[in-house]
């Protein structure tokens, strides 16, 4: 069915007012009044509504009107929360990977910049405006119960810092941010993951970090393994900027039972 | 470093001749005699090579000779041999679905339509030659060991022909065929795998399928099921029909260790 995200102040009297993008879109699909579409209310419900006729909301503007006949709690948002840090990286790199990453149940996207990037925008706000965008279709199109924010974290030491200490392992048994390097080959992700079920099963959060098409410089990954960070291969084959996230959200939604 | 493949054949006497293609790019790359760079056989084997002058091969044909440094075993190959089965679909999808399997470690991949497919090439042996060039490239760029085959499998009913009746799961506890159906919701991926794992470890081969953007045929799936093959979900998230493989690829590759 059809979906739209709504917030939450718009829902009353068991009626739900659509914005004018949204109001925009159905007319272009030719939605005819009495017919069901769902709208979200980006706190992972959903509402099982019917189109009601148009209302006018002044000058040329018309909003539709949706008639909630059902609330229902989404089921697509998964048990564990991961925020995606990814490097920024050249041409429609982060556009796949932050729709690749959305797909996957990512709750935020964290963008920066480290000493390898070739591609730093040099218009952060509309960079991360536009991916936003890909994010609310994607979220759309994937039945998302929640539109998973993007943002820029600045660079490489802000987002380290952004990362709440207790993510880091180093003073506890658990490791819940996880750096993905090419060039380690002793800690594989399987090894991190299943510890941490068996040592703390009812651990919620995930911070993952990929970095730009050069990869991490060896003091980046200095100063992340003193911080506690755990260092982590994604096996023998060289994966891509943009492929990396998708992988390590696809492994920890395989292993935390969301796949 | 930079990676070339070769035929078995080419290789003689402590030397391999490159092809006049991958000549040319070394010249393009200015490479000079005495540089360093690798050669995969295509069998698994990486050659530590060193670039010889060029030798005239007739007319204005120029062809590249290394000479071999070094034989080593290539590690990037996955101890398990996937076959993704896709189906047909729009625009780039493919051309990234082929790239992304390839990356992750795929040993062949088999192109098929199927009822819903909204996109099957009127020229069949033209795409999917441009497809085999986009896995040269990428496992050039991902360091693998063989150059995965990209194929046309035919329709739906050819391929479930093509994989062998044992790897389904009708007579057997394992399952190594296994169809990701978006309308599943009971069966998922990682308590089959987790099954074959406790069952028979000495697995080493699977088959996955993968939908077009349509998704599949009831009957298509109602075919499948009556000869073995394990229906399975991907999660209570809509992925779309690049996603799927990738996805699929990245769990399996997870849980036998190759990650």
Known sequence: MIRFFTKPQNISNGTILLSREDSEHIRSLRLRPGEFFVVCDENGNDYICKLEEQINTGGQNKNSVAQIIEKRVSNAEPSVKCTVYMAYSKGDRLDYAVQKSVELGATEIVLFASKRCVAVPSNIPKKTERLQRISLETAKQSGRGIVPMVSDGGGFKDILDIIKPDEASLCSTTTRAILFYE??????????????????????????????????????????????????????RILRSETAPVVALSAIMYQTGNL
């Open 183 to 236: 060039d380690e080959s002793q800690i594989h992700l399987k090894d991190v993951l299943e510890l941490n079920e068996r040592s703390s099963p009812d651990i919620s959060s995930y911070s993952i970090i990929t970095g730009p098409e050069g990869g991490f410089d060896l003091s980046e990954i200095y100063l992340a393994k003193t911080k506690g960070f755990a260092i982590v291969s994604l096996g023998n």
